[in-house]
T-cell receptor
Framework: KAGVTQTPRYLIKTRGQQVTLSCSPI?????VSWYQQTPGQGLQFLFE???????NKGNFPGRFSGRQFSNSRSEMNVSTLELGDSALYLC????????????FGEGSRLTVL | SQELEQSPQSLIVQEGKNLTINCTSS?????LYWYKQKYGEGLIFLMM?????EEKSHEKITAKLDEKKQQSSLHITASQPSHAGIYLC???????????FGKGTKLTVNP
């Protein structure tokens, strides 16, 4: 059974640009959550999608957005990139039952110059 | 908001030694996750605990959620270099997929 797949694994952008990250959850999982990990703030919750609807949202500015497709694959977008957006972005997949296990992908490492 | 404090922040042990990592919550834990992370990589799921007093084991790693459901411990028996990494505890918020994480415990196992 394939795990959670995130693409791209690494990317470099410049300030002001935008970026789109992709996440394919484990087959059969309907919930996809996104997290940002930085050395200073640690792991922080961005948002969660379940059946194409945003079910939970963290405390991030509107520049951070996401969506989920009918096949449960999810994308997140960050517009007008800032230096502080440099981070490891992790996607987590679960059944969505809210009591099940949460599995993470390898992450997408974004560097903003 | 809920906060998780992990102790110790870092740990260096000799191969073969036992060790314990603690995770203390500022609020009652409804679901507690333990993950392992190698630097710059994704999180590897270890265990999930939900009930007070629950204890789970996988290979040489045992995790327990205390009766009052505000603290969890992760115990590694006879540590090996392969156990090295950052251990993170995460607490489910109100039964949702939103997790609040501790800052992590960096484990080094010297051969």
């Amino acid at each position: 059974k394939a795990g959670v797949t995130q693409t791209p694994r690494y990317l470099i952008k410049t300030r002001g640009q935008q970026v789109t990250l992709s996440c394919s959850p484990i087959s059969g999982h309907r919930s996809v959550s996104w997290y940002q990990q930085t050395p200073g703030q640690g792991l922080q919750f961005l948002f969660e999608y379940f059946s194409e609807t945003q079910r939970n949202k963290g405390n991030f500015p509107g520049r951070f957005s996401g969506r989920q497709f009918s096949n449960s694959r999810s994308e997140m977008n960050v517009s007008t990139l800032e230096l502080g957006d440099s981070a490891l972005y992790l996607c987590a997949s679960s059944s969505g039952s809210r009591t099940g296990e949460l599995f993470f992908g390898e992450g997408s490492r974004l560097t903003v110059l | 908001s809920q906060e998780l404090e992990q102790s110790p922040q870092s740990l260096i042990v000799q191969e073969g030694k036992n060790l314990t990592i603690n995770c203390t919550s500022s609020k009652t834990l409804y679901g507690l996750y333990w993950y392992k992370q190698k630097y710059g990589e994704g999180l590897i799921f270890l265990m999930m605990l939900q009930k007070g007093g629950e204890e789970k084991s996988h290979e040489k790693i045992t995790a327990k959620l205390d009766e009052k459901k505000q603290q969890s411990s992760l115990h590694i028996t006879a540590s090996q270099p392969s156990h090295a990494g950052i251990y993170l505890c995460g607490a489910a918020q109100g039964g949702s997929e939103k997790l609040v994480f501790g800052k992590g415990t960096k484990l080094t196992v010297n051969p």
